[in-house]
Structure formats: structure tokens, C-alpha cells
């Protein structure tokens, strides 16, 4: 094991300038025009696989590539190892706004101990550290307890919708003992998570319509309801004033959290008055009779994320608009069913909805939530390798965003998902100025040479 350690310590400024080339590609999933550029970034990585060592290939399929890359399968007293999979996301979020950006999002700057780029921790730093953990075993020909395929696709941002498909057709090769991801947080630099809950999603888009057209709000005002009025009315009965979600039924399902959760939740390190200043608002609102760390990644949530509705341009238009419309999305938790949610909440919309307009509703995606339990034994093994990497017990975390694919994982390969998240609180992924910690980078790369071994072991 130390030549392997020594072998990171060495190298790490190299594996730095390796990943300020990666971060380098616009791999943006979201937008056509980019389609090129996640063709190269996939080559690229595929290239530098195989210069570490590993049997690697590009899997086309029916929007980008798959990176799959192999250690040299090996046997240890003449049985098959333990296999393990990573898997991780080369594609990465849309940098816009522009003009927010210190430095360009495509030009990796390094300030302090971070390094800025768009992908930098979503996802390309994160699993690139488990990459340069297995280079260092094989460079330094320290022989690996397990063999490990890495699985890096180019559609997690935009809904993972090929993959699932993927999993299925080569499902003898990823036939596994685990799935282990980095694409999740942490609490600090110097106080390491392990995520054993993921929230799941249910997403919708509803359109009030009235009038065949606008009309003039002075000559019609008064004969004919107003969508953007009736939506805002709808939409304010959808939580009430404890901050829950009043849509009948719809926390039928939920598993109550247990004291050992709820104790474990009291160690993350999140001071309130700070913790209001990042986010820039006045006061926090939440669920009453949670704290703010159970409201955001254990309770659910129904949110607004888009509201549209008639004129939005300079001074004033007195129409009556012809229609409004809003985004929602619910992150829902263990044991809600996405499609029992979305029947809920589209029966509740049309007996809410008045006879003055139509109610149109459409049902995007949707994803369960996940839940590993936190005294399995690999995950007993993960937190070891967490806290010889970081040196402090690391702490038990359910985390509020969703990685779909991770129940697929479940039902095509029949394994639990470990979360080994190393992205920080304000690393702003999705956001402008998106950074990687490079302490996070290092350690997260020794986390993962124990990890082989604390998982094998166990
Ligand atoms: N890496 C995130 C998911 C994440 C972030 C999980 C932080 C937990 C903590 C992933 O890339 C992501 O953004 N997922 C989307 C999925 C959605 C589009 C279905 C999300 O959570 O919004
Ligand atoms: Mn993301």
C-alpha cells in the first residue's frame, strides 16, 4: 500500500494539469451545438485510460458515448476477485450566465487551493481522482485486491436516458459487488460524508389557458378570468402554513426518519446564521418540526421552478393573458412512488382548478429515491477508508439532489450504490464559478486506493 501512496504524493501536480486538460472541453449534454465536443472529451478520456493502464473502450450508443475501462482482470488463490464499479459523468452543466464567471468557464484557473471550471467538481475532478487512485496502483505495481470497470457517460444532466438501456445489454460485464460513486457532497474539506440516501423526482409542467388570445385588460376585465391570476391562486394551495406540501396523500408514504438517523444528522456541521448568509436570503423557511438538515435531504418537497405568463417586456401591456404556465418539480424521499405522486397531485390540481380555465398537465420524468442502509457492511467499509483518507470520522449524510441511475443500478446489476461524495457545499456545481477543492482531489484520490481494500476485505 505505501508505494501507492507515495506514488499519489508524487504526482499529484501532474494529475492536476491532467485535469485542468479535461475540464478544458465544453462537454455541455444540454445544448446540440456541443455534440462535437463530447465526442472529443470522450476520446480524450479514453486515451488517457488506456496511458494509465486500463483496457478501455468507447461504447457508442443512441445520443453520446459510453467510457468503459477495465483494470487487467486478475485472480487472487485462484478465484475471481471481487469487481467493483465506478461510475461517473463527463458531461457537465450549461455555463450560462457568462458574465457571472470570474474566468472563463472553459479555462481552468487555480486561485487558492480550488480550481475553477465549469465540471471541475460536477463531474469530472470527482471521478477523476478514483482514475488517478487505480493508476497509482498499477504504476506502482501494487496488485489490486479487486478488479474494477469504470462506467462514464455523457448524459447525466440531461436524464441518464440511454444508459439504463446500455446497463441492461452489457450487464454480464457489469455484473458486480458494488457501484461506487463521487458525485455528491461533502460537509468540509476537513470533515468527510458518506451518503446513504438519495431524494428522488417527480417533475411537471402545467398550463392554465382562458382567452383564444390576449385581450385588453380595460375592455374585457371583469367578463373573464385571468390565467396568471388563477395559476398564482392554484399554486398558492399548494403548501400551507407550516411550510408542507398540501396536496392530499402526499405524505402517505413517507418513512419517518429513526433516532439514529435523526442523531446522526445533528453531526453535520451547519451553523444557521452562516449557513442563511451563503444563501443570501433573509430567513430560512422550512418544514416546522424539522431541522434544516433533515427539511432539505430527508423530508420532501414540492417546487416552483419556472412561472410564465404574459407580457415580461419593458413598461406596460394591459392585456388579460390567454394563458400561464409553471414548472415543478418534487423531490421526493423513501417510500414515495413518483407515479403515485404524480397522480395525487393531478387529481388535487383538477379539483382546485376553477371552471374559468382549462387545466392542462404534463408529466416529465420522474426517479425513486434511494436508500442503502448506513450499517451494511460495505458501507462500514467505505467509512473506514473515508476516515484513514481524511484522518476524522466521517459523517452519515442523505443528500437532497437525485441521481436516477443509481435505481437502475439496483434492478439491471442487482448492487448497492456507495455515494463517496467530495464536492464542498460551496463549490457552486450548476452555478457560475464552479470550482474543485484540490485537498479534496488528493485526499479524495487516497480514499479511494483504501477503498479496494476495505471493500475486498470486507
Ligand atoms: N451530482 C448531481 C446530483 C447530486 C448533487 C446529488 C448533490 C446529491 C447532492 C447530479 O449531477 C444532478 O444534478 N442531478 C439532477 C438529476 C435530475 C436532472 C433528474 C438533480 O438532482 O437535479
Ligand atoms: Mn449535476
Known amino acids: 500500500m505505501q508505494p501507492v501512496v507515495t506514488y499519489l504524493k508524487k504526482n499529484q501536480s501532474r494529475f492536476v ?93 487555480i486561485r487558492g487551493r480550488s480550481l475553477f471550471a465549469r465540471g471541475s467538481t460536477d463531474n469530472k475532478g470527482q471521478h477523476f481522482a478514483h482514475l488517478k487512485a487505480v493508476e497509482a496502483y498499477l504504476k506502482s505495481d501494487v496488485e489490486l485486491p479487486c478488479d474494477i470497470t469504470f462506467l462514464v457517460e455523457g448524459e447525466e444532466e440531461v436524464g441518464s436516458k440511454n444508459l439504463g438501456p446500455f446497463l441492461k445489454t452489457h450487464r454480464v460485464e457489469l455484473d458486480c459487488d458494488a457501484i461506487v460513486i463521487s ?75 429513526s433516532p439514529y438517523e435523526r442523531r446522526q444528522m445533528k453531526r453535520f456541521p451547519l451553523k444557521e446564521k452562516d449557513y442563511r448568509k451563503f444563501l443570501g436570503v433573509p430567513k430560512l423557511f422550512g418544514e416546522r418540526g424539522f431541522t434544516p438538515v433533515e427539511q432539505r435531504s430527508a423530508r420532501p418537497t414540492l417546487e416552483i421552478n419556472g412561472l410564465t405568463s404574459g407580457y415580461q417586456g419593458e413598461g406596460t401591456k394591459t392585456i388579460i393573458p390567454a394563458w400561464a404556465s409553471v414548472k415543478i418539480t418534487c423531490r421526493l ?62 459523517v452519515l449524510m442523505r443528500e437532497g439532489g437525485s441521481i436516477p441511475i443509481v435505481n437502475e443500478f439496483k434492478k439491471t446489476l442487482h448492487a448497492d450504490t456507495l455515494l463517496l461524495g467530495l464536492s464542498l457545499p460551496d463549490d457552486n456545481a450548476h452555478s457560475p464559478n464552479e470550482k474543485f477543492n484540490l485537498d479534496c482531489f488528493a485526499k479524495g484520490q487516497l480514499m479511494s486506493a483504501y477503498l479496494w481494500r476495505e471493500l475486498s476485505e470486507s
Open 17 to 109: 494539469d491532467e485535469l485542468c486538460e479535461y475540464v478544458r472541453f465544453p462537454s455541455v449534454s444540454a445544448q446540440t451545438n456541443h455534440r462535437a465536443d463530447l465526442k472529443a472529451c470522450a476520446d480524450w478520456l479514453l486515451k488517457h485510460c488506456r496511458q494509465i493502464g486500463l483496457e478501455a473502450r468507447l461504447c457508442p450508443t443512441a445520443g453520446n458515448p459510453v467510457v468503459m475501462a477495465r483494470t487487467p482482470r486478475g485472480r487472487s488463490n485462484g478465484k475471481p476477485r471481487p469487481h467493483f464499479l465506478v461510475y461517473g459523468h463527463y458531461d457537465v452543466q450549461p455555463p450560462e450566465p457568462f458574465e457571472l464567471w470570474k474566468t472563463p468557464p472553459f479555462e481552468p484557473q
Open 183 to 257: 458525485d455528491t457532497g461533502m460537509p468540509a474539506a476537513n470533515c468527510p460524508g458518506l451518503t446513504y440516501a438519495l431524494r428522488g423526482i417527480a417533475a411537471f409542467e402545467i398550463t392554465l389557458s382562458g382567452p383564444t388570445r390576449d385581450l385588453h385588460s380595460g375592455i374585457f376585465g371583469g367578463n373573464v378570468d385571468n390565467p396568471a391570476m388563477a395559476l398564482s391562486q392554484l399554486l398558492a394551495q399548494l403548501r400551507d402554513e407550516n411550510g408542507r406540501v398540501a396536496v392530499p396523500g402526499f405524505y402517505d408514504e413517507v418513512q419517518p426518519l
Open 333 to 394: 424521499v423513501p417510500n414515495q412512488r413518483p407515479e403515485r405522486i404524480a397522480k395525487l397531485i393531478r387529481a388535487h390540481l383538477r379539483k382546485l382548478c376553477p371552471p374559468t380555465v382549462r387545466l392542462e398537465i404534463e408529466g416529465g420524468h420522474g426517479a425513486k429515491p434511494y436508500l442503502v442502509s448506513p450499517t451494511g457492511r460495505q458501507t462500514q467499509a467505505a467509512l473506514r477508508a473515508l476516515q484513514s483518507a481524511f484522518g476524522t470520522q466521517p
